[in-house]
């Protein structure tokens, strides 16, 4: 008996839609990367791409408890000496809601090729509005 792997184009990928209004930053976020990994399906192979895309909404309206959005940094670096740059989440929350959720849910994702192309399937929006209703996202609650 050999052991079934599933083939890179043979795995079929569905489309969720998930509204982070009112959800908590860290829960969606481990949610959202484990769709994204494919741990939800029973063809998950650790070594393979076999998630599925997700589209998320309402970005600007997800929660932070305690006091999280007034303490917590977000950290980058240019590469050059002094190059580092602190963000607050509070600025972030204001300028850039969509960067917040994705830094969340790419530390939850593998450090190489394989988790660069998850994060790929993630498509993070402001507000409602989203340009995949062709590909017709089943909602996935969180």
């Known amino acids: 008996m050999s052991t079934p792997f599933p ?3 043979k795995v079929e990928r569905k ?5 982070l209004e009112g959800k908590v930053l860290g829960r969606a976020a481990s949610r959202v990367a484990m769709v994204l990994k ?4 029973a063809i998950y192979t650790p070594h393979l791409d076999t ?7 309402n970005a600007s309206k997800i929660r932070l408890t305690g006091k999280k959005l007034l303490q917590k940094t977000s950290f980058r670096h240019s590469g050059w000496p002094g190059g580092a740059k ?13 960067r ?16 660069r192309a998850m994060i790929k399937k993630l498509k993070i929006y402001k507000g409602t ?11 996935l609650e969180i």
Do not use: C, R
Request: glycine residues 8%; aromatic residues 8%; positive net charge.
């Open 7 to 9: 083939k890179t184009g």
């Open 15 to 19: 489309w969720y839609l998930v509204d």
């Open 38 to 41: 494919g741990k939800n399906k």
């Open 51 to 57: 998630g599925d895309h997700i589209v998320a909404i």
């Open 86 to 98: 602190f963000t607050s989440y509070e600025k972030l929350m204001a300028e850039k809601p969509e």
């Open 100 to 115: 917040m959720f994705q830094l969340a849910v790419k530390g939850m994702l593998p450090k190489n090729t394989l988790g």
């Open 129 to 139: 509005q989203h340009h995949h209703q062709a590909q017709k996202p089943e909602t």
